[in-house]
């Protein structure tokens, strides 16, 4: 068989790529789990957004589960991570974050820092992730972990997510991660005109609504839901 040149660029690039792939794995026994996740959880599921794909694909979620659980970490669910609290399920995370249109230049504030992992992911795609924890022991590791994982763009604070962040405030985008009965005030308050917040909504055991809020220019609040989502409830009544 004769190989033209262009037949024969391509088929070193492919055995280039297939090589650099294997590399890859093996420095990082996690990626093949991880690439898998993101395949048949995410873009199977129609989560589009390339860049959150990409951080996806990169951040290492097996870090932020305790060592225990950890051949869980790419499962379709979520995990605990001690407190009765939980790493969301990874689906769950990216829709978030195609949600939320984060975009390079946006002020981020999160309530439920959890494990720190979907500050993590946000990261890399905004200017600056504020997130608070309300349970102190997870606000610190959360914050411990981010530091060593060279997340400079991420400040945790331990405190109570229904009163934000108004040193920070207004915020372009705010996600909550725990579960309130409304939207509280202060968030609503604290979002930018043109600004953006998502979150599950509702006090039901069953369950709740995810809610996109986008708040006009001039300052009109746009709501709708997205799914019916399941989240621990976001506590109240013990602010630190
Ligand atoms: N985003 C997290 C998962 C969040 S689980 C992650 O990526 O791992 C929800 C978190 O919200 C829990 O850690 C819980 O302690 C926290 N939480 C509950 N009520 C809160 C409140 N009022 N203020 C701040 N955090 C709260």
């Known amino acids: 068989m004769k190989l033209t040149p ?13 090589a650099i792939q294997k590399k890859e794995r093996a420095r990082d026994p996690w990626a093949e789990a991880r690439e898998r996740m993101v395949r048949e959880q995410i873009e199977e599921r129609g989560v589009r957004n390339p860049d959150v794909l990409r951080v996806m694909r990169q951040t290492p979620r097996h870090l932020f589960i305790p060592e225990r659980l950890r051949s869980q ?8 991570i001690g407190y009765g609290q939980t790493i969301s399920q990874p689906y769950i995370v990216a829709l978030m974050t195609e949600l939320l249109e984060p975009h390079k230049d946006a002020k981020v ?3 439920g820092t959890g494990s720190g992992y979907q500050a993590a992911v946000l990261a890399p795609l905004v200017r600056h992730v504020y997130t608070i924890e309300i ?8 914050a411990a972990l981010l530091k060593r994982l060279g ?3 991420v400040t945790v604070r331990w405190g109570d997510g229904y009163q934000g962040w108004p040193e920070e405030a207004p915020f372009d985008r705010i996600i909550v991660t725990a579960a309130p009965p409304e939207v509280p005030k202060a968030l609503l308050d604290q979002l930018k005109p043109g600004g953006k ?13 995810l809610i996109v809020i986008d708040k006009t220019r001039d300052g009109k609040i746009r709501r709708r839901s997205v799914l019916p989502v399941v989240f621990v409830p976001m506590v109240k009544g013990k602010q630190p």
Not at 6 to 18: H, I, M, Y
Not at 135 to 142: D, H, I, P, W
């Open 6 to 18: 262009a037949a024969l660029v391509t088929l070193v690039a492919v055995t280039l790529a297939g």
């Open 73 to 80: 970490a790419y499962e379709d669910h979520p995990v605990p």
């Open 109 to 111: 504030l999160e309530i």
């Open 135 to 142: 349970v102190r022991e997870l606000a610190e590791s959360a």
């Open 151 to 153: 997340y400079d763009n």
């Open 197 to 209: 917040l998502v979150a599950p909504v509702g006090s039901s055991i069953f369950g709740q609504d």
